[in-house]
């Protein structure tokens, strides 16, 4: 018997998994190798915070035009990612290491803050990607990306070196 009630939190989870482990949002699936692409990067959030109205807005239209493709017989790669929102980033994680009685960035060093900020984005990082899969988002999840991945930021570092001797 059907419930008189829908309760979403009951019925979305699995649904999602389900697609997921079929790999109905992975771009460059094999049986559509000869197919023409079709990308979107997310524009990314940033690390620190939570969806709001306008992110929500604005992955929903990437998701219709994504699903709208992807019925069109398109390889289509929705990619997901978060911006590592530098000083927000490094006030919160020296908000934590003065709380805690640790030395500040500067006494610790470079390497180590940017270890310590890489250890944050683990621990709370998700809940932006977490409330896009709520939301039913058809992301490659497997190609997540964060703006201090190494090739990505060697990448941005060579476009804007590229860009200031062409200048």
Known sequence: MI????????VEPRIYEAWEASGAF????????DAEPYTIVIPPP???GSLHMGHALNNTIQDILCRFERM?????????G?????????????????????????????VPFVDRIREWKKKSGGTILNQLKRLGASCDW???????DEGLS??????????????
Request: aromatic share 6%.
């Open 3 to 10: 419930d008189k009630t829908y309760r979403p939190g009951d």
């Open 46 to 48: 940033n690390v620190t």
């Open 72 to 80: 069109r017989g398109r390889d289509v790669l929705w990619q997901p």
């Open 154 to 167: 060697e990448a941005v570092l060579k476009v804007f070196v590229d860009l200031d001797r062409k200048s």
């Open 82 to 110: 978060m911006d590592h929102a530098g000083i927000a980033t490094q006030m919160v994680v020296e908000r934590q290491l003065a709380e805690a009685g640790e030395p500040g960035r500067r006494e610790m060093g470079r």
């Open 142 to 148: 497997s190609r997540e990306r964060f703006t201090m």
């Open 26 to 33: 992975a771009g460059g699936r094999p049986e559509r190798a």
